[in-house]
């Protein structure tokens, strides 16, 4: 039985990590995992711009430091 850890499912709606990109699900706009210190930059029009941070990768990597840190099993 795995535990939901909110904030990681809620990462997980607006964003995919696939072979070393990472994509909006909202607009498909990509960003190499090597590029995680650049702001993130939605297409034109997308739902998801503003509504999040411009760092998805530095996030993502504090929200499985804090995964860790609770004991919570990583998928």
Known sequence: MSIPYLPLE????????????L?????????????????????PGCAA????????LRDLMNLRQAINELGLPSE
């Open 49 to 56: 711009r503003g509504a999040d941070t411009q760092y998805p």
């Open 10 to 21: 809620r990462w997980q709606r607006l964003w995919i990590v696939e072979n070393g990109l």
């Open 23 to 43: 994509r909006c699900r909202q607009c498909g706009a990509l960003l190499r995992e090597w590029q995680a210190r650049k702001p993130f930059i939605h297409y």
